[in-house]
Nanobody, 122 residues
Framework: QVQLVESGGGLVQAGGSLRLSCVASGSIFSIDAIGWFRQAPGKERERISCIDSGDRNRNYADSVKGRFTVSRDDARAIVYLRMSGLKPEDTAIYYC???????????????WGQGTQVTVSP
């Protein structure tokens, strides 16, 4: 089992940037795909990005495409989510989770971290 810890969230003005980190410990990190999700108050958890093992595939939700970039450093067991051009509607708690492949929605992912808050002011 993999333990995941997210960090890097904070308060930023619209148009600003943040880089989130998802640090893994426990099982063999490099064999799993890692998904990034977010959940705003009163809304369902949304999958926004995923990167598979070996970095052969990265995908993004339409809402973040062109603004967010996912990457991974398997040697350090970290997955990053670089967010730029942030908008107030990006305000949410951001989570990472694992799955063998980048398919499926939130219910198919496991090993959820505790989340990191991102708040974007107008």
């Amino acid at each position: 089992q993999v333990q995941l810890v997210e960090s890097g969230g904070g308060l930023v003005q619209a148009g600003g940037s943040l880089r989130l980190s998802c640090v893994a410990s426990g099982s063999i990190f490099s064999i799993d795909a890692i998904g990034w999700f977010r959940q705003a108050p009163g809304k369902e958890r949304e999958r926004i990005s995923c990167i598979d093992s070996g970095d052969r595939n990265r995908n993004y939700a339409d809402s973040v495409k062109g603004r967010f970039t996912v990457s991974r450093d398997d040697a350090r067991a970290i997955v990053y989510l670089r967010m730029s051009g942030l908008k107030p509607e990006d305000t949410a708690i951001y989570y990472c989770a694992t799955r063998p492949l980048c398919d499926g929605g939130p219910a198919e992912f496991r090993d959820w971290g505790q989340g990191t808050q991102v708040t974007v002011s107008p």
